[in-house]
């Protein structure tokens, strides 16, 4: 079982950035995804960035792109979400996962969630 901890969420005022962490605990290894989700108020939870611990690029969702970089830190097993030019769209909890090689499926692994709010 994966332990995800995320923080650095907070309130900025649109056009502003921030960044996000996650410190994994407990055990991913190579063939593990870790990325970001996010879910609005009366919206379905829904992708935002991923990568692969094995390598190769990172990937993410066409909202996104251009504003967000996900990145990670292997000596701290920790993966950020940079956020930047944030729109009061990008409002949300943000959740860290961590799931084996097939998707996102139920053995994925979830953080407690950190709240983002953009004002306008």
């Known amino acids: 079982q994966v332990q995800l901890l995320e923080s650095g969420g907070g309130q900025v005022q649109a056009g502003g950035s921030l960044r996000l962490s996650c410190a994994a605990s407990?055990?991913?290894?190579?063939?593990?995804?870790m990325g970001w989700f996010r879910q609005a108020p009366g919206k379905e939870r829904e992708f935002v960035a991923a990568?692969?611990?094995?390598?190769?690029?990172?990937y993410y969702a066409d909202s996104v792109k251009g504003r967000f970089t996900i990145s990670r830190d292997n000596a701290k097993n920790t993966v950020y979400l940079q956020m930047n030019s944030l729109t009061s769209e990008d409002t949300a909890v943000y959740y860290c996962?961590?799931?084996?090689?097939?998707?996102?499926?139920?053995?994925?692994?979830w953080g407690q969630g950190t709240q983002v709010t953009v004002s306008s």
């Open positions: 996962a961590a799931a084996p090689s097939g998707g996102w499926g139920p053995s994925t692994n």
């Open positions: 407990g055990g991913t290894s190579s063939n593990y995804r």
């Open positions: 990568f692969r611990w094995s390598g190769g690029s990172p």
